[in-house]
């Protein structure tokens, strides 16, 4: 089991920067992370390597996430900003050795047909693959929970499949976020089972409130057993917010078990 953490929704008692250090200090060996609007990427890119920490997965930027905003996909006001990002983040990846960025796909908009907006949707992600395909990047696209985000258009585990195999790409995979699909269809591990083939990405938080593993309804002993069981090679990302300071947090954690794990043979 490979775990990392999210340093852009835990450490949030640092600056963007020193979180990188700090989950070093807790024995982290790999994040993950939002795109880091109003961050300089150099200096990013700097702090990740002069740390020695790996990246799992970063996304692609999805507007302003923390007043709302899903993704640009859809927009055809505003796709281009999205299309304009996509070389950025892929040299970005390539300097922080990354392989694995995801895209959200945006919030329906009242004006405009349904089936219109999502074939815009399909046409960016089939680019954004296409660009990432050569960078040896897979793109992961994620379902997310319409409780939390009304009117987000990928969000469920089905219809975010059948997005997916609408594409056909080889390096386009699913992110599979634990607490979105309990909100939304529940059936956790069986999903898994089903489909790890076709998982990039996991992420973890407990549900109904997305606090850590612990907290809620989820049995991430056997959740965890699951995934480690069925095969899944990826990482498993902690996106949770803390109940309590982030330290407190981790307690479900022991130190030994958020290092990459030592391969035999």
Same mark, same amino acid.
């Given at each position: 089991m490979s775990f990392d953490l999210n340093v852009s929704i835990l450490l949030k008692e640092h600056s963007f920067l020193d979180r990188f250090d700090q989950a070093a200090r807790l024995n982290f060996e /790999? /994040?993950?992370f939002s795109w880091p609007i109003g961050e300089d990427l150099r200096k990013v890119a700097g702090r990740i390597q002069d740390v020695g920490l790996k990246v799992a997965l970063f996304n692609f930027y999805a507007g302003d996430v923390s007043n709302g905003e899903r993704g640009l996909l859809n927009d055809p006001e505003r796709s281009q900003q999205f299309r304009e990002n996509v070389p950025i983040a892929l040299?970005?990846? +390539?300097?922080?050795?990354? =392989?694995?960025? +995801?895209?959200?796909?945006?919030?329906w908009l009242p004006d405009e047909e349904h089936p219109a907006q999502l074939e815009r949707v399909r046409e960016n992600v089939r680019w954004a693959a296409e660009q990432a395909q050569s960078a040896g990047v897979t793109v992961v696209v994620e379902a997310i929970n319409t409780f939390d985000n009304e009117s987000y258009i990928l969000?469920?585990?089905?219809?975010t499949l059948s997005f997916l195999d609408s594409i056909n790409a080889p390096n386009l =995979? @699913?992110? @599979?976020? /634990? @607490?979105?699909?309990?909100r939304m269809e529940g059936n956790i591990s069986d999903t898994i089972r089903r489909h790890v083939s076709q998982i990039g990405h996991i992420q973890i938080a407990d549900a109904p409130h997305r606090h850590q593993p612990g907290t809620g309804e989820l049995n991430f002993q056997y959740i965890l057993q699951t995934i480690d069981e069925c095969g899944y090679s990826g990482f498993v990302g902690l996106e949770y917010n803390p109940l309590g300071t982030t330290v407190e947090s981790l307690s479900w954690l022991p130190f030994a078990l958020r290092k990459l794990p030592i391969l035999k043979g």
């Open positions: /790999v /994040v993950e040299e970005f990846a +390539n300097q922080i050795g990354c =392989k694995t960025i +995801n895209a959200l796909a945006g919030k969000p469920t585990t089905a219809e =995979k @699913y992110q @599979y976020d /634990v @607490y979105h699909m309990q």
